[in-house]
């Protein structure tokens, strides 16, 4: 039987989306640099063209404003009582699809509600469009259907992402297994590392670089370090010392990772005027430098609609005689075909007798 390592090296998060620290940089400066070109060119093409040409967004605030849409992502997810998993995939396939695709080509306020309500489906959750759209001020049920397909394709179609919430789970039942811990001690680690699992690994790019049992020890070790250790300690111990550090380096750098983020900026941070003052700039900077072609998505949906139906359609090839009636019997046909009533070893024909010859 394959170990669980063995299967996550097999699934979609680890083949599509895990990248180190320095390929995901990389992957962001490639996008940020092929948006700025096919803009300054539509940008130029425009009539009248536009010039001066208007500053773009780096990399670097590309990602600040891709982090601040995260958590408008989980506010959103949060208003309509949507259960954990759905919140976190909700936010994961958002940073998936600014992964390929800049946020001055596609608008980030119209595609998070399009991520919440696919995360829906791709959780199993049914939740009517109207009612979905109702909640939301200045949307319409076409404005979250419009990107619906395009977020599939820049996610890859990989909907299953993988949350270390069970491992969480399942990693505390482990530690009262072994009847050392007080229960309130678990119980209060538990909630605490839950805490940082619904907001720290997604608002940063944990999901790139670990994997969900990697993030789920690194909130453990923020919480209660001696729990991950005494737990590592009684799973590895057969291992090496070397074995033990490496596991331990691994766990060490996502916690780095998750304190960047922790749970206490999403209300005192990210709700304050600081945010606020810290945010105008960027997102004056993004209308100014938006894509022309691509701020309308219920536009350019309609459109590429229209285009698929003027598009003519290849006319059927006049088919032959033989396609429809069959081809022409050869001798050989034409004598298997006909029918003989063979009398007294003969080739007589009895075609007069209705029922033909006797048995």
Known sequence: MASEDARYRQTSQYRLWSFSPAQLASVREQTNSLARTNITNRLKASSPPVDPLPDFLTPDEELTLLTFYTVETLRAATHFKLSTDIRATAAIFLRRFYTTNSIMTYPPTELLKTCVFFACKAEGHFM????????????????????????????????????????????????????????????????????????????????????????????????????????????????????????????????ETLQKEPPERFENYYRSPECSKAMKPLIRKLKKCRDPDRVDLVALQRARKEQGMQKPKPKPAAKADGDVFGSALSEKDREAKRRRVVENGKGVSQSNDPFGGAL
């Not at 209060?188 to 789920?216: E, W």
């Open 128 to 255: 009517r469009l109207q009612k979905f759209v109702d909640e939301l001020p200045n949307t319409t049920g076409e404005s979250v259907l419009a990107a619906e397909y395009v977020l599939c394709q820049a996610i890859r179609f990989a909907f299953d992402v993988k949350h270390p919430f069970r491992a969480l789970d399942g990693a505390i039942m482990e530690l009262r297994r072994y009847a050392i811990f007080a229960e309130d001690r678990l119980n209060h680690a538990h909630m605490n590392a839950r805490g940082i699992l619904k907001f720290s690994p997604l608002v940063t790019d944990a999901y790139c670089h670990f994997t969900p049992s990697q993030i789920m020890f690194g909130a453990l070790a923020i919480t209660d370090r001696e729990l991950v250790e005494y737990m590592m300690n009684q799973v590895m111990s057969g291992q090496s010392d070397d074995e033990k550090e490496k596991v331990w380096t691994v766990i060490s750098q996502c916690v």
